[in-house]
């Protein structure tokens, strides 16, 4: 009597690893979308920083030109939105790489779930070699964050 191992996936019933495979490969999308959020939201409130910042000392500088008592407070104020905007944005390129690596593990296990140890060997140096981002632009956002609340510190205190 033959049994039958398959499934209607054809998927390996007496695969043992098979389940957790599953469950690698879910997290290893799951936290692939993750670090992709962190990163666009680390993005999106840079850009908002730039935007907003520039518009607010623009209308800040007129009253602050007029009234130079407020200039002290206005210029706490940048220097403090400047600061939560810089800690908002690590905290989101942090998680970033939290999620990256968590995808990297998820691979090195998937790997040496399924594979002899001289191929998972080469594949894991693989794999490390191409998960670190050689585009890490992270710096980029701190700069311009930076940069636009300088500008604007020099812009108030101007008339």
Not at 44 to 49: D, E, G, L, R, S
Not at 82 to 110: M, N, P, S
Not at 116 to 131: P, Q, V
Request: proline share 1%; net charge neutral; glycine share 6%.
């Amino acid at each position: 009597m033959t049994e039958d191992t398959t499934n209607k996936d054809d998927k390996q019933v007496g695969d043992i690893n098979q389940p957790r495979s599953d469950n690698l490969r879910f997290f290893i999308d799951f936290y692939g979308r993750y670090h992709n959020h962190k990163e666009n939201m680390a993005w999106v409130a840079t850009a908002f920083y730039v935007g907003g910042i520039a518009y607010i000392v623009n209308a800040l500088r007129r009253f602050a030109c007029n009234d130079c008592s407020w200039r002290t407070t206005f210029t706490a104020l940048v220097i403090l939105a400047g600061v939560l905007a810089i800690l908002f944005v690590h905290w989101q390129f942090k998680r970033r790489q939290e999620a990256a690596d968590r995808v990297l593990d998820c691979y090195k296990q998937l790997l040496a779930a399924h594979n002899e140890a001289t191929t998972t060997d080469t594949k894991l140096n693989w794999i490390e070699g191409n998960t670190a981002d050689p585009r890490d632009t992270g710096w980029l956002s701190y700069i311009a964050i930076v940069g636009v609340t300088v500008v604007g510190l020099v812009l108030l205190n101007i008339c």
